[in-house]
T-cell receptor, first 113, second 110 residues
Framework: DAGVIQSPRHEVTEMGQEVTLRCKPI?????LFWYRQTMMRGLELLIY????????DSGMPEDRFSAKMPNASFSTLKIQPSEPRDSAVYFC???????????FGPGTRLTVT | AQRVTQPEKLLSVFKGAPVELKCNYS??????LFWYVQYSRQRLQLLLR??SRESIKGFTADLNKGETSFHLKKPFAQEEDSAMYYC????????????FGTGTKLQVIP
């Protein structure tokens, strides 16, 4: 298995633009997590899905952030409009049905200028 | 509410010295604990889990329920151990969510 796949790996955009981050979990995993990592705030859980259903989105910072999981093999995290303070590394992770260990993707490094 | 505490933001040790990264937790039930490692500009990787009682890359961690601790230890630090280490606690709910600590940066000095 290729592991959790994220795209793009790097994204540079201007303030006000829409940004879409993509994630493909490991096949057979039924939970998917989106995290944000910054130097100031560390690792923050934004939202997680179980069997494609959003379970807890209390970590989503604002209405500008939205996430979807239309099927078991794909999820998106969208920021619209983006702001400089959204600059961070965004990680996606997935977990198998019978375990709590999480497998992380390589992350998307987002820079908003 | 469950919580994971990693009291040290930075731990510096000399190569060959013993390492202990501290992790304390608060949890009402039977905890499920993990250690993750993140090398510079890479993804987080699972290092070990307490239920496996394994040793990975020379690291071990023992669950001490009396002290509510799950410290990560290695007898002799290597330069390649320099990384960010996160302790994590499985959520009490029915889903696979975990609560991560704030992380400790381990710096091994040559």
């Amino acid at each position: 298995d290729a592991g959790v796949i994220q795209s793009p790996r790097h994204e540079v955009t201007e303030m006000g633009q829409e940004v879409t981050l993509r994630c493909k979990p490991i096949s057979g995993h039924n939970s998917l997590f989106w995290y944000r990592q910054t130097m100031m705030r560390g690792l923050e859980l934004l939202i997680y899905f179980n069997n494609n259903v959003p379970i807890d989105d209390s970590g989503m910072p604002e209405d500008r952030f939205s996430a979807k999981m239309p099927n078991a093999s794909f999820s998106t995290l969208k920021i619209q409009p983006s702001e400089p303070r959204d600059s961070a590394v965004y990680f996606c992770a997935s977990s198998p049905p019978q375990g709590r260990e999480q497998y992380f993707g390589p992350g998307t490094r987002l820079t908003v200028t | 509410a469950q919580r994971v505490t990693q009291p040290e933001k930075l731990l510096s040790v000399f190569k060959g010295a013993p390492v202990e990264l501290k992790c304390n937790y608060s949890y009402s039930g039977s905890p499920e604990l993990f250690w993750y490692v993140q090398y510079s500009r890479q993804r987080l990787q699972l290092l070990l889990r307490h239920i496996s009682r394994e040793s990975i890359k020379g690291f071990t961690a023992d669950l001490n329920k009396g002290e509510t601790s799950f410290h990560l230890k290695k007898p002799f630090a290597q330069e390649e151990d320099s990384a960010m280490y996160y302790c994590a606690l499985g959520d009490s709910g029915g889903y696979q969510k975990v609560t991560f600590g704030t992380g400790t940066k381990l710096q091994v000095i040559p």
